[in-house]
């Protein structure tokens, strides 16, 4: 039986940066909309949360009972380790799910209900990103759900449901945190891809290799911390704070590091991003 501190390492607490960052990032744009609202802002933190939550289970679940965890180099994993069941961690899944189904609805019912499909079909993209016959996971198009959600929909989705509309700095603050979160993403693959290639996991740094992975992924930082110069106001360039927090990472990655040593690069990366988020809500509030 998985201990609670077992199960709580098994959620991959270090990955919620990605899905608190976007919402941040979305309230301030709302804010600097005048269209704040406290309370959505926190439905959809919850509806993150429990998303990302429910997409590290599933995602333990279908890798573990396909055996692509039989050898992890990465954090663990409940089903690979055997330290629960397979079919506790797909029940964990699937109650994060339905919190998260639940917290969208409420958005839903208050803001636009075609928010619905939306919340639907995100559901349905952590699901099979790992699970079902096709897990497009496991054909290189991992980094492109994420960009989707995990930032466009996040993103803009927050900043509507709060102010009704959406306008140019939303949109570069989702897209932004988007290719953040697909950087977090492509780390966690480039450090897997051994292991990934000998299971037939084909990820995207699996199919454009190592190298490459490293200059994508130092790419999507660049492009993202470079975005609020393109924003309305000079404030959003309070951005530029997490230019500090995201060195340490993108020195493990430029200077070839593998294994184990890339594991700090997706806390560092997630972290960059929920402070650049930070820093650019703040500066779309107050410059709005």
């Known amino acids: 039986m998985a201990t609670a501190r077992q199960w709580l390492e098994g959620a991959r607490l270090r990955t919620l940066p990605v899905v608190v960052a976007p919402v941040v990032a979305g309230s301030g744009a709302a804010a600097g909309l005048d269209g704040f609202v406290a309370w959505k802002a926190a439905l959809c933190l ?13 995602n333990d679940y279908s890798d573990g009972v396909r055996g692509t965890d039989a050898v992890r180099v990465g954090p663990l994993r409940l089903v690979g380790s055997g330290l629960a069941s397979p079919a506790a961690v797909k029940r964990a899944a699937f109650a994060a799910f339905g919190v998260a189904a639940l917290a969208g609805l409420v958005l839903a ?16 993209a952590a699901w099979f990103y790992t699970g079902g016959r096709h897990p497009y996971g496991y054909r290189g198009l991992g980094e492109v759900s994420v960009f989707c959600f995990f930032g466009l929909a996040a993103g803009l989705g927050t900043t509507y449901v709060q102010a009704s509309r959406v306008g140019r700095d939303a949109v570069l603050a989702a897209v932004a945190c988007g290719l953040l ?3 977090v993403l492509l780390a966690n693959n480039l450090r897997d891809i051994p292991t990934d290639a000998a299971s037939g996991k084909r990820t995207l740094s699996v199919r454009i290799g190592d190298r490459r992975s490293r200059w994508l992924y130092l790419a999507l ?15 959003a360039l309070l951005g530029l704070v997490a230019v500090p927090v995201a ?3 993108v020195r ?9 040593a890339l594991i700090p690069v997706l806390k560092w990366t997630g972290l960059a991003e929920l402070v650049f988020a930070a820093g650019v809500a703040i500066g779309l509030a107050v410059g709005g």
């Open 221 to 235: 930082v660049v492009l993202a911390l470079v975005s609020p110069a393109a924003m309305t106001t000079w404030w």
């Open 46 to 58: 919850v509806v993150g949360l429990a998303l990302q939550v429910g997409v590290n289970y599933a």
């Open 181 to 183: 979160a697909c950087a």
């Open 247 to 249: 060195v340490p990472a």
């Open 109 to 124: 019912v208050t803001s636009a209900w075609w928010l619905v499909l939306v919340g639907a079909a995100a559901i349905a």
């Open 252 to 260: 493990r990655v430029a200077r070839g590091e593998t294994g184990q």
